[in-house]
């Protein structure tokens, strides 16, 4: 049986169904492109908390708001209907950066978020895709602070300390913000 941990493995989609005759499953990717499946090499298909299976990633393309995945071993409409509803997991060690300023979000998922001066605003603790930039939720008690991922607002990000810098000097930026 292969041993799936949160420090090695990471959720990357969900398959909605098979499509076609000849085993190829439609899915609904967390990642950003196909490359993050390709560069894996190999899936995880997870159906509840016991069964899990490893397959290798022969192709992948878009098609619609979905992704259309064709992996080894899966090769009719039977198969492919058993994974309806599967996790599809890789390991973290196969993601690759584009470059130094870019992180996961399950790396900046739980970081302590600090302003500038040092005041401590709360835990970074869910991340909004808005499609121009991403927005960090950070939470402190009951407070929510919406924080845009900008240069000039994120200062640095830390994951050895986990830590996040913002700006301190943006006008309204900690009381337009809060909901």
């Given amino acids: 049986m292969i041993e799936v941990s949160p420090e090695n493995y990471i959720l990357i989609g969900r398959v909605i ?3 076609g005759l ?4 439609r899915i609904h990717s967390y990642a950003g492109s196909e490359e993050s499946f390709l560069m894996a090499g190999t899936v995880l298909l997870k159906l509840g908390q016991m069964e899990i299976s490893e397959y290798k990633v022969l192709s992948i393309k878009a098609h619609g708001n979905a992704f259309l995945i064709k992996l080894n071993e899966i090769s009719s409409i039977e198969a492919a209907e058993k994974y309806r509803g599967a996790e599809i997991l890789i390991r973290k060690d196969t ?4 470059n130094e300023e870019e992180y996961f979000w399950f790396e900046l998922i739980g970081l302590e978020v600090f302003l500038n001066s040092g005041r401590f605003i709360g835990i970074l603790q869910d991340i909004v895709n808005t499609g121009s930039n991403d927005i960090y939720v950070v939470k402190e008690g009951k407070k929510e ?4 991922a900008l240069h000039g607002i994120v200062l640095k990000v830390d994951l050895d300390n986990k830590k996040m810098l913002i700006a301190d000097n943006i006008d309204g930026l900690l009381d337009i913000n809060e909901v």
Wanted: glycine share 6%; aromatic share 6%.
């Fill in 95 to 98: 993601l690759r950066r584009n």
């Fill in 22 to 25: 000849n085993g190829f499953l």
């Fill in 145 to 148: 602070i919406l924080i845009p």
């Fill in 17 to 19: 169904r098979p499509h």
